[in-house]
């Protein structure tokens, strides 16, 4: 998710456009996806907003920023507005992506299927434990982090997941970033130093708990 | 990570505090402590800033939100810092969490050692699988679903984290809230539809890389 947080999302979005207008696109994909597997062929702002809670005034505002969707009297093409936001969001083509960290958390990403569906492929592991590289673990190499930048340039990787520890993040994101890495997600819950020209988007679960104990003590104060 | 979206985090933050501010208190929080750790008493909003890529009239301005803090000559004293935090986040005494499905993301989350530092325990775990249930994951008991309401009042659960698959993530939801449950953090990527006294905020994987993606693509194009 996204927010105005500098490290916890620390995207640019293109001039004029909100970060929240991408982060519902993204959610409009998967609502989209979702239709076309329950095999429909169209959809419409309202559906598309009753699904997502959402007013159909909201999408036609947020997809306004970049052109053009759907069809007087049939509204979207399920697959065309699918392809169209794809093609926004540059998912079009299918990233490599390099996974840096292959403990639990790792693993359990590299068991996540919902990756490629989206258009991520984790094509490369990385770790400094001698016991898992050379390895496979769910059939992706592991190599060690020394390799990076030539396995980087090799399968054309720009962007990485770091699931490491925090005491070792800002280091194996340091080796990314002398690699060459354009962006970085980050699992470890810690405030990574990077370069201007390095996007990184955060995801600590315990700021996420936070946030949520926040809502929920607030709502009972003010009920 | 809060964002404006509907459903991947419907937060509703009290009257007047941006959302991004409470999101911004969590990786304050999450500073001062690594500070207190190594050794610091004191910081100032000019330090922390740095630290987050903030300014310091930033870390003051979130904070007046909720009080006056800090000394003149002196800044800010860590603990009693992230005393207050906690206090304001709700996170001063230990949630106890139920985390519904135990596969791969499950037990990773159960192996993540960074909640009950910031104040949430893991304390009861519930599957459908016959084979999980009543043993324990990571030394915490696994109950059949079916045990959600009574496990939840005896434990004084009212948190949850929902690590099930897509298709079974509505129904777990639905659960959790004939049990009671007041927030829900979910893996699962779908939208989940829930009354609205129970708050939701949602992690999707694959919707960050996407925001990666997006940064890239368009940074590039900007350069």
């Not at 926004?88 to 490629?116: D, E, M, Q």
Request: proline residues 4%; charged residues 20%; glycine residues 8%.
């Amino acid at each position: 998710m996204i927010d105005d947080s500098p490290r916890q999302s620390a995207l640019n979005a293109p001039e004029g456009v909100p970060k929240a207008v991408v982060n519902r696109l993204s959610l409009y994909l998967r609502e989209l996806q979702q239709l076309t597997r329950a095999g429909l062929e169209t959809t419409s702002s309202t559906r598309l907003g009753e699904l997502l809670g959402l007013t159909g005034a909201q999408i036609r505002k947020d997809l306004a920023y970049f052109g053009q969707f759907g069809y007087p009297g049939i509204g979207y093409r399920c697959h065309e507005l699918i392809d169209q936001i794809r093609n926004i969001l540059g998912t079009s083509h299918t990233w490599p992506v390099a996974l840096v960290g292959v403990g639990n958390l790792g693993r359990a990403l590299l068991r996540y299927k919902g990756f490629s569906l989206r258009g991520f492929e984790v094509v490369a592991v990385f770790d400094v434990d001698h016991n898992v590289v050379g390895s496979e673990v769910e059939g992706i190499p592991v190599f060690h982090v020394d390799e990076l930048a030539d396995v980087m340039r090799q399968r054309q990787i720009r962007l990485a997941i770091v699931a490491v520890p925090a005491a070792a993040a800002q280091k194996a994101a340091d080796r990314l970033v002398e690699a060459g890495v354009e962006g970085i997600l980050n699992f470890a819950p810690v405030t990574l130093s990077l370069p201007a020209n390095v996007t990184t988007v955060g995801v600590d679960l315990a700021i996420e708990l936070e946030q949520l104990s926040f809502a929920v003590v607030n709502r009972n104060e003010n009920a």
